[in-house]
């Protein structure tokens, strides 16, 4: 009987399809060969002792087909893994014209040797091959450098304000190192230093080739005078230390007292009459007090006014006085009223209330006076004329 040989193409890819037909034979099928391909943008790279470097890698094949991943060459001591889609990944599927990517990363160890290792991807699917070789230059190993940055190296506040400095401790050297952590302020001062998120922590840790943040907490003396004062942060890892030279700015504490001579908060006043009250702002603080004003409030139709109504400039530990003109309703009756005198400026804020007796003004007290003495003499006069009839 004789034989037929059938050839057909599949996709691109020529596959050789062999049928014996030998009476009522079965067709025999032989797979094809499949096109594979891995590549980088960037096959060969300088890395540091310690560090991390990663390929982006691209896996493409002629037909579709399951690809399995390998590397071959990584030193000891040195790590490599592959991920794709947030997993670690082993092998990827391929379709045709539309290429698989996968990342490649390797840990060099701290103690790599200079000079350059060669690591070799390796791409199996079926009976087909291919290879990615990739070349690691590493660069001679140094002891490397810590240092301390600050986000704002100087801040500024009244004596009462919490200060707080956030520092970024950089470890720029191929080992990991455990820091001391100490931080200096004036005598009087409190001052902290702790990693951020930590509290009373005396040390930190920080990896090779990595970074840790530091919180500078300081408060100062209340007898802090206006002035700048210095922060000093040190920190220390065997023979590796870095400083940062830190500055709070004193502008003085706010503290105004609005009071009166005698510290009496009570007057007399005549309605529609005007009366003088005396009061003292006193500077408690450490700066001065500035562009002070002076006001009254008090109930309808009452005129409160002060002389001076504004203070210039009080220093510190010294007083300024003022008059406060108080004038009542003119239709106010006679009693016990209550008023506000307020000192402020743009940093603080006081007032004491006083209280103001009207009483009768004397006008109608020498009116009634009169009628009384009208009226006795109208009946002296009544009498004399009618009491003899």
């Known amino acids: 009987m004789g034989r037929l040989i059938v050839l057909r193409r599949v996709g691109t890819a020529a596959a050789l399809v062999s049928s014996v037909l030998l009476g009522a034979g079965t067709p025999h099928l032989v797979a094809a060969q499949t096109g594979l391909a891995i590549t980088t943008p960037f096959p060969a790279v300088s890395v540091q002792p310690g560090e991390s470097v990663t390929f982006?890698?691209?896996?493409?094949?002629?037909d579709p087909s399951r690809v399995d991943?390998?590397?071959?060459?990584?030193?000891?001591?040195?790590?490599?893994?592959?991920?794709?889609?947030?997993?670690?990944?082993q092998s990827v599927f391929v379709d045709s014209g539309a290429p698989a990517t996968v990342t490649l990363s390797l840990q060099v160890p701290d103690d790599a040797e200079a000079g350059t290792v060669p690591v070799t991807v390796i791409g199996r699917s079926g009976g087909t091959t291919a290879r990615l070789e990739l070349d690691l230059s590493i660069a001679e190993a140094g002891g490397g450098t810590v240092s301390l940055e600050s986000d704002y190296p100087s801040l500024r506040g009244t004596v009462d304000t919490d200060f707080k400095f956030n520092l970024t401790l950089h470890n720029d050297t191929p080992g990991e190192l455990t820091f001391a952590l100490q931080a200096d302020g004036p005598a009087g001062w409190d001052v902290t230093i702790q990693p951020t998120g930590e509290t009373r922590a005396a040390s930190v840790t920080v990896a090779a080739r990595a970074t840790s943040r530091l919180e500078v907490s300081a408060t100062a003396s209340t007898q802090a005078a206006a002035d700048t004062y210095p922060i000093n942060v040190t920190v220390t890892a065997g023979d590796q230390q870095a400083t940062a030279q830190l500055g709070v700015e004193i502008t003085g504490s706010v503290d105004m007292q609005l009071t009166t001579p005698d510290e009496r908060l009570n007057t007399t006043a005549n309605a529609g009459g005007a009366t003088d009250f005396a009061v003292v702002i006193v500077n408690n603080g450490t700066s001065p007090l500035t562009a002070v004003d002076l006001v009254g409030t008090g109930p309808t139709d009452w005129e409160i006014t002060f002389d001076p109504a504004t203070v210039d400039q009080i220093d510190p530990g010294t007083s300024a006085p003022a008059t406060a003109h108080i004038t009542p309703s003119s239709n106010a009756v006679a009693g016990d009223y209550q008023i506000t005198l307020s000192a402020s400026n743009t940093d603080a804020n006081e007032s004491i209330d006083v209280r103001v007796t009207v009483e009768t003004s004397p006008?109608?007290?020498?009116?009634?006076i009169l009628l009384v003495v009208a009226t006795?003499?109208?009946?002296?006069l009544v009498f004399r004329r009618y009491g003899r009839r």
């Open 56 to 62: 982006d890698l691209t896996v493409s094949a002629d």
């Open 376 to 380: 006795i003499g109208g009946l002296v």
């Open 69 to 89: 991943l390998s590397l071959r060459g990584l030193p000891d001591g040195w790590s490599g893994s592959m991920s794709g889609g947030g997993n670690e990944v």
């Open 363 to 368: 006008i109608w007290g020498i009116v009634g």
